[in-house]
């Protein structure tokens, strides 16, 4: 492996350990302690700006490195043709969506949060945030598929 093919593959599992371990920590325990009142508004603010930056920058890492490692390791036959190939488009396919759900999701926590408090944000975001929880753990089975070399 070439100097530069390891340095994407090893800020790529960085990134999606970071990222994915972020979603589920925040789903899992910053929204359960949130609906109980023990945060402020001020402290969830911060929070949620944080995941959507971290999902923003993660979004160029992802992009950057995984069309590195797509390049250089498939084929667009491959890429399409073959189950690996199919991890890797199911796995670019769930970044989008979870992309698409963080960025929404904290949109809408946000905006309820400064019209009606944080219970209700909690209330109004908490199915779309375990929907995002989900498609994380879907992309950790996609890429445990792929680092177990079972296809
Ligand atoms: C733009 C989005 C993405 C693209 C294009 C992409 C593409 C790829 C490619 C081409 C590989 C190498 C597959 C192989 O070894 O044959 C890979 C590996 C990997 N990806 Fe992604 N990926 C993306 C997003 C993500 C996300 C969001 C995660 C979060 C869990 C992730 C986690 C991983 C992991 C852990 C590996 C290492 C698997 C191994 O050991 O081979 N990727 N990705």
Redesign the pocket.
């Known amino acids: 492996m070439s100097t530069v093919d390891l340095v994407m593959?090893i800020a790529?599992?960085l990134?999606?350990?970071l990222?994915?371990g972020s979603i589920l920590f925040f789903v899992g325990a910053v929204l359960p302690a949130a609906a109980t009142g023990a945060v402020s508004i001020d402290m969830m603010s911060l929070v949620t700006n944080r995941l959507v930056w971290l999902t923003r920058i993660?979004?160029i890492v992802?992009?950057a490195?995984?069309?590195h490692?797509?390049g250089t390791?498939?084929t667009a036959g491959s890429l399409f043709g073959t189950p690996?190939?199919q991890?890797?488009v199911a796995?670019?396919v769930?970044?989008?969506v979870?992309t698409g759900l963080i960025e929404v999701s904290v949109k809408r926590f946000d905006r309820l949060a400064e019209r009606e408090g944080i219970g209700s944000a909690v209330n109004g975001t908490r199915g779309l945030f375990v929907a995002a929880a989900a498609v994380?753990v879907l992309?950790?089975v996609?890429?445990?598929l792929?680092?177990a070399?079972v296809v």
């Open positions: 593959t790529h599992t990134f999606a350990s990222w994915t993660s979004a992802f992009v490195t995984g069309g490692l797509a390791a498939y690996r190939g991890l890797v796995m670019l769930l970044w989008f979870l994380a992309l950790l996609d890429a445990g792929l680092t070399n």
